[in-house]
């Protein structure tokens, strides 16, 4: 029994080399004879330059370090080891032991003390046991790279998180726009990812993992060209490594979004179709009565006040019917060639009769080509983002527009960012902007923002909206330069 067992080590030992290095050619030799009995690889060396000389100190998982030798100390030596080796277990080997020394050299990355004179058995129990921990942490290594292997070449996004470092495949680089290095970090993660929002998402990612992941996590994403993204992040969690599954749920949530968009819009329709008839011929008729009411009046100029008030405020009425009718119709477009800043210019001049005394400024990169777009539902949308921001700037609107070009996998897109100094909006306001039928104005339907997004949506283009309360609204507005008809 104690034959196979000692034939059992010697064999898992046979692979395992040992650098014995100590200026006592008697020490070396008897130290050597003692391992190889044991099944290890021994090499030897007689002082610091000795050692140093050797190529690959990497490739030896055990170093027996005397602490002193003729042409060092192996408190100075042991940083120069560590660097070349980090894997490398250093046991230290002296006659002259004070817990001082004892302690620095710990400090330094030292595995093991060994005292002269010492037992052959206590320099094999001892070595032993580190021959133990450098195969676990072998198979550990060996492990984590087959796991790196999987994560890099899954065709799936996939992320592979050891501690606070993050290893990203294609997939997510491709989904992304950013390179690994860039975001290689749980802290770049979310940082560059999630921009504003990277507080609010990163603690919604760690109450997830506390628990185990459960449940997935989404996870509101800016792309490298500014395209907004959402995506699910299903994790597994083992000791300090992770693994995330990422999808890019995007379009399955637009898909669901739209869906519930037009089970809506079919409702809103079929009751603006049953109410137009009667809704139309009611307005006319109170119109027909105004107009005989007024030649009665003639001359009496505070009642003439109040039914130009009354007419007004069936133009309100019917300017809310047909906004409700617009949300609840199709989007047909017109598609031909336009230059954005045309089109901005020419939203801004329409305005100019009812909003005078305000600022528009564009600018925009040199050469920008024109897009396929309906001129008429686009500015329609830039009127709209205009009003509002004429609206929460007071009396005298300073606005700001830029557009830039990226190119992205889809083909180029057009950005357009509209930016205000007005009151800004709530968190609340800003969360709600696009839902039908929500507004903070004492008129209107709530309707605006909501058609805004519908056009853009049709353009096959995206629109979001950033602010804070005090530091103004920014609106951003993609398009792709060639809208599918």
Not at 454 to 467: E, Y
Request: net charge negative; hydrophobic share 40%.
């Amino acid at each position: 029994m104690t034959n196979r067992l000692t034939g059992d080590i010697t064999a898992a030992n046979a692979l395992l080399r040992v650098l014995i290095v100590d200026d006592d050619q008697a020490m070396r030799s008897s130290v050597r004879r003692v391992l190889r009995l044991d099944g290890y690889q021994v090499t030897t060396a007689g002082s610091c330059a000795e050692m140093l000389g050797l190529g690959n100190l990497d490739g030896f998982f055990a170093i027996l370090l005397d602490r002193k030798l003729p042409d060092g100390d192996s408190s100075k030596l042991i940083a120069q080891v560590r660097e070349r080796a980090p894997n490398t277990a250093i046991l230290i080997i002296t006659g002259h032991a004070d817990m001082d020394s004892t302690l620095v050299a710990f400090r330094q990355g030292v595995d093991d003390y060994l005292i002269k004179p010492f037992e052959p058995d206590t320099l094999r129990s001892r070595l032993g046991s580190l021959a133990e921990l450098y195969r676990m942490k072998l198979e550990l290594r060996e492990s984590e790279s087959r796991m790196r292997f999987m994560v890099e070449n899954l065709p799936a996004g996939a992320v592979y998180v050891d501690r606070e470092t993050l290893l990203i495949n294609r997939a997510v680089e491709a989904m992304t726009g950013y390179a690994g290095s860039e975001i290689g970090s749980v802290e770049a993660w979310f940082s560059v990812l999630c921009c504003d929002k990277s507080d609010e998402c990163r603690k919604k990612y760690q109450l997830v993992k506390e628990a185990g992941f459960p449940d997935a996590c989404v996870l509101p994403i800016t792309r490298r060209d500014g395209v907004p993204r959402e995506l699910e992040l299903a994790g597994y969690r083992y000791d300090h490594h992770e693994v995330w599954l990422v999808t890019d749920i995007t379009e399955l949530h637009n898909a669901q979004k739209k869906l519930v968009q037009s089970e809506r819009l079919a409702a809103i329709g079929q009751m603006v179709t049953g109410l137009a008839h009667e809704s139309r011929n009611a307005l006319q008729r109170a119109r027909g009565c105004l107009d005989l009411l007024e030649l009665d009046l003639e001359g009496q100029s505070e009642q003439l006040d109040l039914t130009a008030r009354i007419r007004r405020s069936l133009g309100d009425l019917q300017r809310n019917y047909e906004e409700v009718r617009d949300y609840a119709a199709p989007i047909n477009l017109r598609l031909s060639d336009w230059q954005l800043v045309t089109l901005l210019q020419h939203a801004f001049e329409d305005l100019q009769c009812e909003f005078g005394g305000h600022d528009l400024r564009i600018e925009a990169q040199d050469g920008l080509p024109p897009i396929r777009a309906d001129e008429h539902r686009l500015k329609q949308v830039f009127r709209n983002v205009f009003e509002n921001s004429i609206a929460a700037s007071g009396c005298k609107a300073e606005i700001t527009v830029s557009i830039d070009r990226q190119r992205c996998e889809n083909g180029a897109h057009q950005t357009v960012t509209i930016q205000d100094r007005g009151e800004g909006m709530s968190p609340e306001t800003l969360a709600r902007l696009f839902e039908p039928f929500y507004t903070t104005k004492q008129s209107g339907t709530g309707l605006g923002m909501a058609i805004c997004q519908r056009v853009i949506d049709a353009h096959g283009g995206t629109l979001r909206a950033t602010s804070k309360p005090g530091a103004g609204t920014t609106i951003h507005i993609s398009l792709p330069e060639q809208t599918k008809p």
